[in-house]
């Protein structure tokens, strides 16, 4: 049996914080933003909107999507770093908000590379036959542990959420491979106190060399090489991390998702909001051979590959 993608869904605060309205808030340019990370606007939720109500409405339309209900759902899996409160899980707030009365449910707590880490979990529940619905979210509101006088971090977050069912799909599609990975002597280079604290270029060296080992490594895995990707989407952190990606499958620029420029870098919420925006725009087909990876605080990192389609 092999598990794969079933159903989609993203949601996506309305309000735009622009390179220039942070210019009138702390020391920075929209110059030094977009070339030393290429993000020009990300979108901040308001007072309102926490992480689990970004998720609750990602995890909506995936249900949708999948043409199934809430009902259906076995386990609920939410990869973020910034729930609600400590306890209970995001995941247990949603599996109420729902309606998911069969569903398992729990937090998935792998910073950036989470959304790789509950979709990897999922997909053993799915080809064990233990489940047959996963919903897998990956949500923040980086927002509320941002440092707004810190210009290291400030300018590179946003909020968002994204959401997927992960069950079975027909033979050849679905998730080919995988890798899962942390290293947690690099903890201090990432990591919350009360806010976000990082040193940029360590996180920036680990990522650029793990991200192209990664993509490697689940092309052998599946038995592939780099002539049979179709399409990368790696985890939104900066322009120039994602290009090394790239670079080493020796693919095109518009093989590449690219949606950090909108909206900056929403940690577990990347991968999928990447792969609607990659949908809606028509440049995923079902049976394309896609490369997604992710890394983050821990240090973690995740890859698939996977053939798109149910
Ligand atoms: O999801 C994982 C999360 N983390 C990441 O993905 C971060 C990975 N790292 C990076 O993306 C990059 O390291 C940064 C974008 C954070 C920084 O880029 P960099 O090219 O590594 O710059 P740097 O840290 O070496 O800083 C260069 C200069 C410094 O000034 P001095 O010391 O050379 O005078 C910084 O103080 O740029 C300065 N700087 C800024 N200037 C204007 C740092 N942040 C800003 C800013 N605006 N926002």
């Not at 308001?46 to 339309?61: R, V």
């Not at 002597?185 to 060296?205: P, S």
Request: proline letters at 2%; glycine letters at 10%; one cysteine or more.
């Amino acid at each position: 049996m092999n598990a794969g993608i079933v159903g989609i869904g993203r949601f996506l605060p309305e309000k735009v914080v622009t390179n220039a309205d942070l210019e009138k808030i702390m020391d920075t340019s929209d110059e030094w933003i977009r070339t030393r990370t290429g993000i020009e606007e990300r979108r901040i939720a308001d007072d309102n909107t926490n992480t689990s109500d970004m998720g609750f409405a990602a995890a909506q339309k995936a249900i949708q999507d999948a043409g199934i209900t809430a009902e259906d759902i076995d386990l609920i899996l939410v990869a973020t770093v910034t729930p609600d409160q400590p306890f209970p899980s995001v995941a247990c707030m949603l599996q109420e908000r729902l309606g998911a009365k069969k569903a398992a449910a729990m937090d998935v707590s792998a910073a950036c590379a989470g959304f790789m880490y509950g979709i990897i979990t999922g997909k053993q529940f799915v080809e064990s036959g233990a489940y047959k619905h996963v919903l897998v979210v990956g949500v923040e509101k980086l927002s509320k542990i941002t440092d707004w006088n810190d210009r290291n971090t400030a300018v590179l977050f946003g909020d968002g959420a994204g959401a997927v069912i992960v069950g079975e799909v027909s033979e050849g599609r679905g998730i080919l491979s995988f890798e899962l990975g942390a290293d947690g002597t690099g903890a201090k280079h990432l990591y919350q106190d009360e806010y976000i604290i990082m040193n940029g270029r360590e996180v920036f060296k680990f990522a650029v060399r793990q991200m192209g080992e990664s993509c490697i490594n689940v092309l052998e895995k599946a038995g592939l090489t780099k002539e049979d990707v179709d399409f990368l989407i790696p985890h939104q952190a900066n322009i120039r991390i994602m290009e090394a990606s790239r670079q080493r499958l020796e693919l095109p620029v518009e093989k590449m998702s690219k949606t950090v420029h909108k909206y900056g870098n929403t940690s577990a919420a990347s991968i999928p909001i990447s792969i609607v925006e990659e949908l809606e725009a028509g440049r995923i087909k079902d049976d394309d051979l896609i490369v997604m990876v992710g890394f983050g605080g821990g240090l973690t990192w995740g890859a698939i590959a996977i053939r798109w389609g149910k």
